[in-house]
Every structure is written in structure tokens, then in C-alpha cells.
């Protein structure tokens, strides 16, 4: 089995790892670090399940080796848990816009609002739709989603 | 876990050449998102790999001293989109690769595994030949350039020789200088699907804006491999800039587009689409240029 030691950032901690050259970030995250929001879903890049955040930007981990982690910084949805447990502003958004049905693709799709909500920018409906579309939803329909999203870009940017 | 056999990570340019040489059957891998796909579906199960992803000298948009557009091949599809000199001398090729996948494949995809995997449906490739795109090869014995019409040998299949990577896209100022470009990908879906048939069309029209001085088309998925249609191009230079030209233009590239029947579409629709897209596209890239329809 050929390894490679790694160091990175995760959640804000300094990790370091010796992994399997042949496993997919997700391996990395779930298995070794036991961070279950980054789902298996379709396993091709496609659905958006597994996705986290590397410096600041969204990417499937499933099609992300687990090596090319070595220095980066990565966020995954349990990151946003308060000191004391408590959802941030955006999970509360999803519970209360009822974003979430199943819950499969949340962790995903929360990550991505993480970077949207992060350019603190202020987008149309349409621009949030395209900025969310690398995400597969069955139970929704999306249109939640956007609420959620769009509810908690407005009321960090001040507006109505 | 990835069925791989083995992964070597390059250090550099150099070192990645040196590996693909001491292990002829490895693939590269540049952002993965067409590789590690292919591993799972089996299609390169086994297979070695040699990184490349590691190799921040070859990210970045720059102009050379001459103004010559330098896009390095690791370059993201979100950071092309995003990047100012792309906004301001082809803004066309940032809102092409726009429309790959969705945001996360664009910010793992890079242009240089988009055109160097050779498929002819690769959003960034029909903008790329428009603009005469020139393609910069390093192997160990140096660097080498070939336009990127004879980049793309066959379907699947680009120039490259054992031992070599692409090290940059060069976009001419000749080229990009007072010309205005339009893509129009044609998929069944917005977000996350693969053209259909895809048409990328610019323009230089004469000083009153009236004439087209030279006009340049090139598609995806209108035949194995990206493709010009020369003929369309002859037909309207020295044109009036009008809907009449347009009509011509669009009925002039069937002459050099081959379209195949896929599960995707049928032949005749996509020579529908050639057609409309080309007098689409050209009536877009005069109305950018400052001309009247």
C-alpha cells in the first residue's frame, strides 16, 4: 500500500495524517477523521453531497484526493457548530424554511452557502439558483433551499 | 478508494515529464474531475497516475511582453471566469467555461485537462479555436508550439508525445485585438450537463461598424474534434454586418460541419443547431462589437 503523511488544516484544527494515495478526500474526512456530514452520494462529482470547502472554495471530495489535501485549509459542516452545540444562522434558516426533508444533501448544500454567504454579496434569486445548481436535491424541490439561503444573505447584508 | 495502481506526484514541469517517461502507461491527472471519474466508472481502473494538480507554476493568466495572452494549463474554470485580463481582452472564454458542469466541478476543472482529454464537446475548446489559440508544449528536451487546430488529432487523441505536458495557452494579440467574441452552449439542462452541440462565434468589424472585416467560428460536438468551419468564415468577410450575412454565415458552416448521431442527438438536429447557433452567435458578436443589426 503506498501512504503519503499529510498536514493539513481541518475545522480549524492542524491535522496530521499518513492516508492511503489511492482514497478520495471523503475517505480521508469520514474515515479517518470521522466527520459524517461529508456524504457518499453518487461518488462522481456530480451531486454535490460530499462537498467541503478547501481555502475558501466548494469542491466534491469525492473527486478530490485525499494527498492533494496536503496544506490546505478545509471546512466541513461541523464547523459551524456553536461552543455549546447551537446551529449558525444559516442551519436555523434551512429548519425553519423546511430546506430539509431527508437531510442527505444538506451538509453539501451548506457548505456552499457557507461560500456564497462569505462573499457577503448580494445576488438574485437566479444567480442563487446557479451558485446552488451543483447540487442534487430528491426531497425539496429547491425552492426552500433558496428561501433559506437567500433569507440569511439579506439579513447579514442588513436588508429587509 | 480509487482502483489505482499507483500515484506519483510531480515536483515540477520537468519532473512531471520525467515520470510520464519512466512510466509510459500512467495518465496525468490535472484536476481529476474527468480521470478519477474514468477510474470509477473502470474505464481506467488500474491504472497509474502521475499528479500534476501540485504544480502552482503552472496557474495563472498573464501577457507576455509582446501582449500575447498567456493562460496557464492548471488554471481553474471558476478562476479564468473571475479573472480580470480574461473580462478584458476575451471575456467570451470566461463566460464559456462558465457553463461547464456546475460550481464545484468548475472550481476543481482546469482548461488544460479540458482541452488535452481531446473531446470535442469541451466548452472551453470551440471558444479556444476561435481565437486561434496556440498550444505550448514542454517535454524534456524543451518547449514546442502547435496551433490548436493541429493539437487535436482525434477524437480522444491530442498532439502530445510520451514525456510531454502542456505548459500554457497562448491567445495572439493579432488575434484578440478588436475582435468580440459569443458562446452559445446548447444542453438539454442549465447546470451539470454536456453540450449538445456548442458555437462560439467573434467578430472585427471595420471602423464605421458596419462591415465585418473578419469573422471566426468554431463548435463543439459538429464533428470528433473541436472544429473551424472555414467556408462560413470566407463567406461573410467583407459583408455587410446585417441578418442577411447572419443567414449566410449559418447556412455556409454546413458545408464543414460532420455531425454524428449520439444518445445525446441526432445528426440532423445538430446540423439544425450549427446552423442557428452560427447566425445566433454572429448577430450576438456584432452586437457586442458596436454594430447595428
Redesign the interface.
Known sequence: M?T?LIKCTINGKERELMI?????LT?ALRNDFRLTSVKKGC????C?AC?VLIDG????SC???A??A?GKDIRTLESLLGEGGELSDIQQAFVDEAAIQCGFCTPGVIM?AVEILDTKRLYTRDELR??????LCRCTGYENIINAVEKVMKKRLGLP | MYDMKALYEANSVRHACELLLAHPGAKVIAGGSDVLVQMREGRLAGCELVSIYGLDELRGISLDEDDTLRILPLTSFSHITKHPLINEIIPVLGEAVDMVGGPQVRNIGTIGGNTCNGVTSADSASTLHAWNAVMEITGIGGTRQLSIKEFYVSAGKVALLPGEILTAILIRNADYEGYKGHYIKYAMRNAMDIATTGCSVNVKLTADKKTIEDARIAYGVAGPVPMRAPSAEAAVRGLPANAETAELFGKTALQDVNPRTSWRANREFRLHLCETLAKRALLKAIELSGGEI
Do not use: P
Open positions: 503506498q503519503k492511503d494515495v489511492r482514497a478520495s475517505d461518488e462522481v462529482g456530480e454535490g462537498n472554495e466548494c469542491f466534491n473527486i478530490y484526493l494527498v492533494w496536503d456552499t446557479k451558485l446552488l445548481s451543483g447540487h
